[in-house]
C-alpha cells in the first residue's frame, strides 16, 4: 500500500472524485471531503481551532460590535441593548421589536432597524431617526385683518434641524375677512422641539414656509400671514420605514422588506418617497450589499445587482448564482480578496451552496469555491471578518 501525505492541505473538495483529492505535481497538496474544528493554514497546515466557552447565559440576539469606537449592540427581547463584552451586563436603549434587527454606521452614528422603526446612537441615548407626519391642524376663522378668501395651513415637526413631512391641508374659508386661530396637533415624539406652519396666500393652492413655534404651544392665532418663504421640502412624502436589511449607497440610506428595496432621499436619510423612492425585486430579499458601481441583492435562488449611478438609472442584472444563505452577505476590503476583488474599493461576499461567492464593485460574479464546495444549506447566517478569514454562522 502507498503511503499517502497528508501535508499539505489545501481544504475541502466535495465535489470531485477520489482521485482529484490527491494534487499531484510541482505544487503537491491534498483535498479533505470533511474538516471539523480545525483551521488550515495559507501554507497546508493544518492547527486544531479554538474551543468555544458560554459566556453568558442571558438571551442575547442580533449581536453587533461598531467599528467606530468598539461598542458592542444587541436585542434581548424587545429591547435594543448596549452590551459590556467584560461582564455581559446590558444598557437598554430603546424598545425595537423582536425579531431579526440590522445594524449599520451612518455619519459617526450607529443604527438600527427592527420591527419597531430606525432607531440611533449617538454615544448617549438612543431615539428613533424618523419623525413620524403630523395630522392636519384644525383652523378657524379669528380676529385679523386677513382679505376674504381661502387660506389652507399645513405643519411640520422639528427636531434638531431635522423636519417631518408636511402635513395634509386645512383650508379655511374667510367670507367678510378677519385672522385665523390654529389648533397644533397634538405630538407624541417628546424628541420634537417645534412645529412649522406652512400656508397657502389668499385662494392659492401651493404652500409656503411661515413661522417656526415652541411644540409646547397648543394654538396660534395668525391675523396676518407672516413673511413666506420657499415650499415644503419633502411634500408628499413619508417617514422611512425600517426593514430586515440596512445599507448606504450614494448618499442614502436603503432598506429592504419583502421584495421591495426602499431608498431615502439623497442626504435626508430619514424622508421617503412613497411614489419612486423604491425598487421592487422579483423575489424576497435576502440581503442587501451596495459597493462602488451599484448594489448587490440577494434573492430566493439567485443574486441580482442593480447597476447604475443614480435612483433613476438603477437597471436590473440577474447573476447566474447558487442561492445566497439569507443575511450572510458582508462587505469586504478589496486588499483582503486580492486578485478576486477586480478594482474597486469594497466588495459583496455571501455563502451560498458552492461556498462563498464575491461580488465585485464592477458587478461581476466570481466562485472561488465553486469547483470544490456544494451543499452548503441554511435558513440564515452572519459573516465577520476575522483576522485573514471570513467566518459565518448559521442556523
Known amino acids: 500500500m502507498n503511503n499517502v501525505n497528508l501535508l499539505p492541505m489545501a481544504g475541502i473538495n466535495n465535489v470531485g472524485k477520489d482521485e482529484a483529492l490527491h494534487v499531484r505535481g510541482d505544487a ?7 474538516a471539523l474544528n480545525v483551521d488550515i493554514s495559507p501554507n497546508g497546515k493544518p492547527r486544531m481551532r479554538d474551543g468555544l466557552r458560554n459566556v ?20 434581548l427581547g424587545d429591547q435594543w441593548v448596549k452590551v459590556d463584552p467584560t461582564d455581559w ?48 391642524p384644525m383652523v378657524t376663522g379669528g380676529a385679523g385683518a386677513l382679505e376674504a378668501g381661502s387660506y ?102 436603503l432598506t429592504a422588506r419583502a421584495n421591495v428595496l426602499r431608498f431615502s432621499e439623497a442626504m435626508a436619510y430619514h424622508i421617503h418617497d412613497q411614489r419612486h423612492g423604491y425598487v421592487q425585486m422579483p ?3 435576502t440581503f442587501v450589499q451596495p459597493v462602488d458601481t ?22 436590473l442584472q440577474t447573476k447566474a448564482t447558487k442561492a445566497p444563505v439569507p443575511g450572510s452577505a458582508i462587505k469586504v476590503k478589496a486588499e483582503v480578496l486580492g486578485e478576486m476583488a477586480g478594482g474597486g474599493s469594497e466588495c459583496a461576499v455571501w455563502l451560498a451552496e458552492n461556498g462563498y ?29 476575522f483576522g485573514d478569514r471570513l467566518l459565518t454562522a448559521v442556523t
Open 28 to 34: 503537491p497538496r491534498i483535498y479533505l471531503r470533511e
Open 56 to 75: 453568558t447565559s442571558t438571551p442575547l440576539a442580533n449581536l453587533w460590535q461598531s467599528p467606530l469606537h468598539g461598542d458592542t449592540f444587541a436585542t
Open 89 to 136: 451586563s446590558t444598557q437598554p436603549l430603546a424598545t425595537i421589536g423582536e425579531g431579526l434587527v440590522s445594524h449599520m454606521v451612518l455619519n459617526n452614528v450607529v443604527l438600527a432597524a427592527g420591527p419597531a422603526g430606525i432607531f440611533t446612537f449617538g454615544g448617549t441615548n438612543a431615539q428613533r431617526m424618523t419623525i413620524d407626519t403630523p395630522p392636519p
Open 152 to 253: 389652507g395651513v399645513a405643519v411640520s415637526w422639528l427636531r434638531n434641524g431635522m423636519e417631518s413631512p408636511p402635513s395634509a391641508i386645512t383650508h379655511c374659508v374667510l367670507a367678510g375677512g378677519g385672522g385665523l386661530d390654529v389648533i397644533l396637533p397634538m405630538c407624541m415624539d417628546s424628541t420634537v422641539t417645534h412645529a412649522r406652519l406652512y400656508f397657502t396666500r389668499q385662494n392659492g393652492g401651493e404652500l409656503a414656509r411661515g413661522e417656526d413655534y415652541p411644540i409646547g404651544l397648543s394654538a396660534v392665532a395668525v391675523p396676518l400671514l407672516p413673511k413666506l418663504g420657499g415650499p415644503p421640502q419633502f411634500w408628499r412624502m413619508d417617514a422611512m420605514p425600517t426593514g430586515l436589511y440596512l445599507g448606504y449607497w450614494r448618499g442614502r440610506l
Open 283 to 285: 423575489q424576497r430579499i
Open 294 to 315: 451599484g448594489i448587490w441583492v440577494g434573492q430566493v435562488d439567485h443574486v441580482a445587482f442593480l447597476q447604475g449611478a443614480s435612483l433613476e438609472s438603477l437597471e
Open 357 to 385: 461567492v464575491v461580488g465585485t464593485a464592477g458587478g461581476a460574479v466570481v466562485e472561488p469555491m465553486a469547483k470544490v464546495m456544494k451543499g452548503v444549506r441554511a435558513s440564515a447566517g452572519a459573516t465577520v471578518v
